[in-house]
Structure formats: C-alpha cells, structure tokens
C-alpha cells in the first residue's frame, strides 16, 4: 500500500510564490520518477514538471523558469516552488510517483497519485 499525499496550496495573489510538497509513503522500494500535474475547470490534466531519482528535470513550457521540481529522496518527497504567479495557474494540482514495489522486479512500475491541492491566484 503507497500513499501520496500533497499539501502546500492555498490562496495567493498575483505575482506572489507558493511551494508545494508531495510525500509518498508506504511499502517502497524506489521510486524512479515523480511528477507535479494541473488540472483547471473544464481543461484536460496537464504535466508541469517531473524529477528522476538521479536529479533530472523536465518542465511544461507553461511553466518554464517559474516553477522548480525538486525532490529529497531520502524522504520520498517532491517539492515545487512557484513564484511569479498567475490567476492562469489557478488549478488543482496533483503529484504522482512511479514507484517500484520490489526490489526483485524493478522493470515493474506503478503510478500513484495524491488527492490534489487547490492553488488559487488573485488578481
């Protein structure tokens, strides 16, 4: 059983950062990718940004040189900070994480999710 748990959002106006942590817990043996994602009334989930165990990155255009993943692996935990907000980025935002189960099958991933926080931006 994995639990992926996010917290951080909140009410915030335009211009103004917010950080955002996702942790995930549980019976894990690694976990090769995390993920932060978007998803606004009405629009399809979108990908932000994502951070390999090994400290690669990789960012959505939309959020390029705002936003930055980061992630500490000893706690299986995966942060993003924002900062030049937009009442654009008024979204819910969820994380996830590829996580492998055993260390006797590490070609086998599963993908969790956490229950999304609300990010509101003010104008």
């Known amino acids: 059983q994995v639990q992926v748990v996010e917290s951080g959002g909140g009410l915030v106006t335009a211009g103004g950062s917010l950080r955002l942590s996702c942790a995930a817990s549980g019976s894990i043996f690694s976990i090769p990718v995390m993920a932060w994602y978007r998803q606004a009334p009405g629009n399809q989930r979108e990908m932000l940004a994502a951070v390999t165990s090994g400290g690669n990155t990789n960012y959505a255009d939309s959020v390029k040189g705002r936003f930055t993943i980061s992630r500490d692996n000893a706690k299986n935990t995966v942060y993003l900070q924002m900062s030049s907000l937009k009442p654009e980025d008024t979204a819910v935002y969820y994380c996830?994480?590829?996580?492998?189960?055993?260390?006797?099958?590490?070609?086998?991933?599963?993908?969790?999710w956490g229950q999304g926080t609300q990010v509101t931006v003010s104008s």
């Open positions: 996830n994480a590829d996580v492998v189960l055993s260390a006797t099958a590490t070609n086998i991933k599963y993908r969790y």
